[in-house]
């Protein structure tokens, strides 16, 4: 492709409302244009990349016996009966002329599953694995970081639908085998990570995170192999005996104005890890009280699922005050009308400070006899440094990307839309499902966000638009031009893997949108032309070699 015959333009000024290396330079480097908030064009360039991961995709999920379908965007709202609330005003709602009730898809379980319902009914039918790679959408409240969280997106999601258990373990580790292969294949620096299922339900799953820092995601990792998200990472309990230390007599203390452990910290001169630390919600559940050491954190989904509740949030004052407490100064004595739920590490913990559920008043010396809970569990935040529940390292943290994610769902999607299969015994059963997404658009984002310099993109070969540009240095050197199209119409051949620089611009444009753009290899012909040799740049390492134009035909085709 011919740049002078191309819809393309780059910009040298980040745009306004870019936060993240992949936002500005994508839109600079001419590959997306920003039509609204959350809304991307993909420009030709763009395009190319984007065909080139789904075709990536599509390889693997094919090789693992996964089949392509493509189902509407544009969806009756009754299909999402089931959940249609879960979604809230993330979901795109609209009515057709007939004031009919309709959406635009945000994710494809049920339009699947009533398909597969309406398709199979036999064991024989079974297991099978569909997909779709298409468009998605959702109210995103605060759409930003460009492609990362975008009101309209470009999703690949597969369902399986299986007999049994055992063979839903099947088809989940195929999936996961067949993402392994696709980011492995684009280059990407990942780690698959045990996760939360969510709103998503069922027994487990993995996420697929890309390491980067501008990652919205924490996550745990340990040299072992093992990885898990913060809200999956699971905190190694070890049991101290500390039976023969005193317990002291509990001892009410004026705090005036220290509501923080900061604060308490300062004013009692005691450590953080000697402060009971309480936070209270408010959930379906009841008002839940949660107790944790005061130099850790809360971990909300660890105790939101060991509660058992579908939603949670903060408590009011009032609320705090109806369990018969205080905002700033709750602690577990004699509180009512709660769930007392404490963190494992609490058993260890001896003559400690907690909130006296009085303004402005602490115990110091409270021991556990004095406080009333009602169970422990593992509900505290991992984090670097702690011990490695798998081989006992010490784990550290990285910022990532969420990719992909694989779901072991069961029978919660099945039974509900009564998708079930007949058995050998004739006997009906529900499906087992397995659900399996991976953000295509923010594959496309996190490829960038890890390929990139001070210059702009640096694409791996695998998905660059072009493998090689060739650029004529002088357009008013007739040698120069002739020899950048002989070379050109040579390398044409090559699966339209040739982009030629031939604009009326200076050099230094066409070299610095060259760099910009981050085609793999680079050609400068400029005035060795007349000595036979070129400027060959690698644009990964901007390492340049003088080449003979003749070998760098051949070196070309090789490659």
Request: proline share 3%.
């Amino acid at each position: 492709m011919k740049l002078s015959n191309m819809f393309f333009k780059t910009f040298r000024e980040d745009p306004a409302n870019a936060e993240i290396n992949s936002h500005k330079l994508l839109v600079r480097a001419g590959y997306i244009k920003q039509l609204g908030n959350g809304i991307f064009t993909y420009l030709p360039m763009g395009l190319k990349v984007l065909e080139k991961i789904k075709n990536i995709i599509r390889e693997e999920m094919n090789a693992k016996g996964a089949i392509e379908l493509q189902m509407p965007i544009l969806l009756p709202q009754e299909i999402y009966a089931n959940r249609i609330q879960t979604f809230g005003n993330t979901m795109y709602k609209l009515q057709d002329s007939t004031g009919k009730d309709y959406c635009l898809g945000p994710t494809h379980e049920e339009p699947f599953t009533f398909l597969v319902k309406e398709s199979i009914n036999s064991y024989k039918q079974l297991p099978i694995t569909l997909y779709q790679i298409q468009n998605k959408y959702r109210d995103e409240i605060r759409a930003r970081f460009g492609l990362q969280r975008a009101k309209e997106f470009i999703m690949k999601d597969a369902y399986s639908y299986d007999t049994s258990v055992e063979n839903l373990d099947k088809s989940f580790g195929k999936m996961k085998d067949a993402y392994t292969n696709i980011f492995t294949r684009l280059g990407l620096d990942f780690v698959p990570v045990e996760a939360d299922n969510g709103v998503m339900g069922g027994a487990g799953s993995i996420e697929f995170m890309v390491k980067a820092d501008i990652g919205e995601d924490e996550i745990i990792v340990c040299d072992c192999g093992y990885g898990a998200n913060t809200e999956k990472a699971e905190c190694v309990f070890e049991q101290v005996d500390n039976s023969s230390v005193e317990r002291k007599e509990k001892e009410l203390v004026h705090t005036p104005n220290t509501k923080t452990i900061e604060e308490l910290t300062e004013f009692l001169q005691v450590s953080k890890d000697n402060f009971l630390k309480a936070v209270v919600y408010s959930t379906d559940k009841g008002v839940a009280v949660a107790l944790v050491r005061g130099d850790r954190d809360v971990e909300e989904v660890k105790l939101q699922n060991n509660l058992g509740a579908i939603s949670m949030e903060m408590a009011t004052p009032e609320q705090i005050i109806s369990i018969g407490s205080v905002a700033g100064f709750v602690g577990a004595l004699n509180l009512k009308d709660c769930i007392v739920v404490a963190d494992n590490d609490v058993k260890n913990m001896v003559n400690f400070v907690i909130g006296a559920n009085k303004q402005d008043y602490h115990y110091v010396n409270a021991n556990l006899e004095d406080l009333n809970i009602n169970y422990f569990a593992d509900i505290k935040k991992m984090r670097a440094g702690d011990k490695c529940p798998r081989c006992g390292g010490i784990v550290r943290t990285v910022r990532g990307i969420e990719v992909g994610h694989i779901f072991k769902l069961g029978t919660r999607y099945s039974k509900a839309l009564e998708c079930k299969y007949l058995d050998e015994n004739g006997k009906e059963q529900y499906m087992i499902m397995g659900c399996y997404g991976i953000g295509v658009s923010r594959t496309f984002s996190a490829l960038v966000e890890q390929n990139c310099d001070e210059k702009g993109i640096v694409w791996p070969e695998i998905v660059a638009p072009y493998k090689i540009e060739i650029v004529v240095a002088n357009n008013k050197d007739e040698l120069q031009k002739s020899v950048a199209n002989d070379l050109y119409e040579k390398l044409i051949d090559s699966k339209d893997e040739i982009l030629l620089d031939d604009r009326n611009e200076s050099f230094g444009v066409k070299l610095n949108d060259a760099e910009l753009i981050g085609v793999p290899y680079i050609v400068i012909v400029g005035r060795g032309a007349k000595d036979g040799v070129v400027e060959f740049i690698k644009r990964s390492t901007l390492e340049k070699v003088e080449v003979a134009i003749d070998d760098l035909v051949t070196k070309f085709k090789n490659m």
